[in-house]
């Protein structure tokens, strides 16, 4: 099986083809440049690279959050228009899953945290050994996830654009262990890993299905929340 994985949740960009348990071509980039202008190099590069093209996917893999909301539909943009071509079945991947795939620990728990502004974090958590999950993805203020630290199995690792406000908060918590950030971020094999694990579980779609999930309201959709109940009498 061909599997393509992509993420564009965050600031960061990868891409990944994988032949069953082989990685065949990664590619990661994090330029300060915006998704749009670098995305789709980085997909033609794993083409030409490897010698495949997109006929010969079996399976696309793709981070449909939650995330930054425009990476998200960069992302899922990209795989529809290059799956629905050929109809080969498509995982919309949890971001904090694909995170957890890429960690490169092999026992404890890693918790994947990815920066929601504001003190919060989008997150999850995931047993190491089988990467089975622990907790739904949900948003939180940091703090909010104490009782969880104090309680799971360890050691805890802490990956994804958010793991350092958590280890700022837990980092001297008995078990929390350094992930060196260069290793805490999301892969494209990890996107693959978590998507085939998706298709063993029957959760592939087809490409017309993908659809983005932000788990909470966007900026302007929460400031126009706010304006309306502070006018309420």
């Known amino acids: 099986m061909i599997t393509f994985g992509l993420d564009s949740a965050g600031r960061t960009a990868a891409v990944a083809l994988m032949r069953g348990e082989e990685l065949l071509f990664e590619s990661f980039l994090c330029a300060g440049h915006t998704h749009s202008e670098t995305l789709m190099g980085l997909v033609d590069g794993a083409f030409k690279a490897t010698g495949l093209s997109p006929a010969d996917v079996d399976l696309w893999g793709v981070c449909a959050g939650p995330g930054s909301f425009t990476g998200l539909r960069i992302g899922l943009a990209t795989v529809k228009g290059l799956a629905l071509v050929h109809g080969a079945p498509c995982a919309a991947v949890s971001t904090p899953e694909a995170l957890a795939y890429s960690c490169p620990a092999g026992q404890g728990t890693v918790l994947a945290a990815l920066d929601a502004r504001r003190g919060e974090v989008y997150w999850a958590a995931f047993d190491l050994a089988s990467r089975a999950r622990l907790v739904p993805d949900s948003a939180a203020p940091v703090k909010d996830l104490a009782q969880f630290v104090e309680n799971c199995k360890k050691p805890l690792f802490?990956?994804?654009?958010?793991?350092?406000?958590?280890?700022?908060?837990?980092?001297?918590?008995?078990?929390?262990?350094?992930?060196?950030?260069?290793?805490?971020?999301?892969?494209?094999?990890?996107?693959c890993l978590a998507a085939r694990a998706m298709n063993d579980r029957g959760e592939a779609m087809s490409a017309a299905a993908l659809a983005p999930s932000y788990l909470r309201l966007s900026q302007a959709e929460r400031e126009r929340a706010e304006r309306g109940q502070s006018l309420r009498p």
Not at 162 to 186: D, F, H, K, S
């Open 158 to 191: 802490f990956v994804g654009d958010g793991a350092a406000l958590c280890y700022n908060v837990y980092g001297q918590t008995e078990g929390v262990l350094p992930c060196p950030p260069a290793l805490g971020l999301c892969r494209g094999a990890g996107v």
